[in-house]
């Protein structure tokens, strides 16, 4: 039945990308290779939205198109300033250019003397330790930097002063949620790719997959995912909405698996302390018990941008009352 287990990956980049063709323009425009000085990009939007998906598909055209350019993916999530230095150097210069010993401004060097175009993507930096990297990769000439993060603000909200207003004439691409339409065309994109036959997928389990992911691709593919590998391993004959229904925890421990290792130690550590509570805490009870947890706890305003940071993962949902009344608890990403 299973002709390529990838294409039922949340994470696997697919063929080919779609309903996101009007981002990738703007991306390419602002990062356009005959610029010495070129524009930085932001992509921001909630999960699911094809974030990656569009800086990755950026980075396969270049590689396919243009000459003298070297291209980088870092994932900066949990990640020191010197660690995503050293991933670049490593992705552009080479491995043989990175030492343990070598510090961060030694790695900037490093780049620095590299005479050839960089086109480097910064995934998840609002989670990485020193968002200040971004001003490392930006001063160096000829190099093309596309920075990821749910929410804009996030990437500025720590990092150094100034690093904002240097920035100014960044190329801001946000993303929506899908539509229904755009939903369901990629899970028949995914099903092509994957499976021999689609006579084993009812329509309207298509259709229920596509109501409870709510414009989240992610979410949709894991649950197609799981659905699949149910009736692979024989516990269901075709995948119905009974299938969908009976295989979405499975989807939603797989989702929620993927969205904590992207955090770093202190979010994460935020998410455990209102799981382990078991009720729903204001947010300054919360922040007592993640400090009495934590053997070096943020300031509450970090704890509070961590906070809100689990809410656009969706791992963390609040009750909807106004702030003096406000109370958040754990939610699964479905």
Known sequence: MITDRRAF????QPDAILHREQALTAIASAVRTDEVNPRPVVIDGPSGVGKTTVARETLNRAEAELFDISTAYVGCARKSRAAVLRDLVSDTVGSHAVYPSKGSAELVDTLARWDTGMLVVLDELDQCEEPEVLRDC???NGCHVIAIANEETAIFAHAEEGLQSRLAGREHV???RYTDTELE???DARITAG????ALIHDDAIDAIVAAADGDARSAIAMLQAAIKAVDAGAYDSVTPATVQGTTDDAAETLLQTA???LNDETRLVYHTLEDADEQLRSGELF???EAASENPVTRRTFTDYLNKLQSYGLVVDNGEATSRRR???ADPL
């Open 9 to 12: 990956d949340p994470d696997a």
């Open 138 to 140: 930006y001063d160096l």
């Open 174 to 176: 946000h993303l929506d």
């Open 185 to 187: 065309a990629i899970l």
């Open 195 to 198: 499976l021999q036959s689609r």
């Open 260 to 262: 904590l290792q992207k």
């Open 288 to 290: 007592k018990r993640y």
């Open 328 to 330: 958040y608890f754990t």
